[in-house]
């Protein structure tokens, strides 16, 4: 790989390579392009949801409230706006967060995706079996003789951690054999959680990447292990993607409206793409053009930038520009993007940015002081996004995003995680942070 050509071509990866930040906008976003997957197979996902509602109810008492449905609320966070004014700039429109931070069962935005995945593979043993039908009411997945059969399985994973707690917990509960494989970077706390609930933690001195490798490794040639391959994972990517199809209900209920004259601007922290990747794929679905897609990531591991920057996919990693991968957001120590949602998100993404870890506290301090609502420091690499996006006239021009418009504007900051960090650690961010 020519690198030096690559730097000449794209400015933005000389300075990404002095780990310095930077703002790149895509310019195929918006270009028609026929994809693998539509409507159908979120709408196809939704219902396998709906189906195993009564069994997640049962499973996970915290979820009757909303019938069994994991879903978080969308908070508008006007104070924090004031704030974010003052730390990076101003911006016009309202200001929310989407609270994935606070999902129910684990804690993170993996609780979509990770959850779904394990839960339709699931219901194919139980149905294989004979023991299941699509009418049936699931929670008698509750059953021991469920359990037993599910134990004859085994699902593996490799995570740098918030995966590996979504798979853990609930692969665990259902009764399958499960194992997480964890990189040296994954956090004690979400070992020693897993540990209690009974699945098998390996840990790995090397990166995430390897972690992944090894778990695929050991499950393939064994027909009862369902490896959840985090790096080109459909049913992950269509488990996220169901988000989209049920904010809907939380815009009317906040009186927000997307159209052509009320852009709705959506920043998720992105580490190999699957989660931030099928929440945009699905929102993408539902919005279309009126929809603007911007994914954060670390200077130290940009490797969705770098991928879309030079159209190179999973073929280049962030230590092809002499960068080290190490980040204090965790989830987003990735190398190398998902090949899969690198692809997708070609045509869909408006753009990428960076951010340096030093201001993940900060955020994190400012949003609790703010807003009281705490949440984990990768949540918030998507802070500066507003105001890059304010910042950027030329391309909001380009893109017919008037002032007038940008006045009538939606920024959803979707945070990703933080609700099971334990409270001595979140004191400890915060005090950073301060
Ligand atoms: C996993 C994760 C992300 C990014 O998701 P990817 O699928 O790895 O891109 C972002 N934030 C948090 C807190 C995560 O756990």
Known sequence: ????????????????????????????????????????????????????????????????????????????????????????????????????????????????????????????????????????????????????????????????????????????????????????????????????????????????????????????????????????????FMGYSVAARRIGSQFEAAGIVVDENHPLFVYIPCGVGGAPGGVAFGLKEVYGDHVYILFAEPTHAPCMTLSMITGLKNEIAVSDIGLDGKTDADGLAVGRSSVLVSDVMKTLLSGCYTIQDEKLYPFLASLADSENIFIEPSSCASFTGPALVEADTAWRESRGLTAEKMANATHILWATGGSMVPEEEMKHYYEKGK
């Open 1 to 236: 790989m020519d690198i030096k050509k690559l730097m000449t071509l794209h400015p933005e990866i000389g300075r990404m390579a002095d780990y310095e930040e930077v703002w790149w906008t895509n310019p195929d976003c918006g270009t028609p392009r026929k994809l693998d997957f539509g409507m159908d197979d979120i709408k196809d996902a939704e219902a396998r949801l709906a189906r195993f509602a009564p069994y997640i109810q049962a499973a996970f008492p915290e979820t009757e409230v909303t019938g069994g449905i994991i879903e978080s609320p969308l908070k508008e966070v006007p104070e924090m706006k004031k704030v974010l004014a003052d730390m990076c700039g101003t911006f016009s429109g309202r200001l929310f967060l989407k609270c994935d931070s606070h999902l129910a069962v684990s804690g993170s935005i993996k609780a979509r995706g990770g959850i779904y995945e394990v839960l339709k593979f699931a219901e194919k043993v139980a149905m294989e079996a004979g023991m299941l039908q699509l009418t049936d009411d699931y929670s008698k997945l509750t059953g021991p003789e469920y359990r037993e059969l599910f134990s004859r399985y085994s699902v593996a994973v490799g995570s740098t951690g918030n995966l590996g707690l979504s798979i853990g917990i609930i692969s665990a509960k259902l009764g399958f054999k499960v194992t997480v494989h964890m990189s040296a970077d994954a956090r004690q706390w979400k070992k020693d959680l897993l540990r209690s609930k009974g699945v098998t933690v390996v840990e790995y001195p090397d990166d995430y990447q390897k972690a992944v490798a090894e778990g695929r490794k050991e499950a393939e040639g064994d027909p009862y292990c369902h490896f959840v391959d985090d790096e080109a994972s459909v049913d992950l």
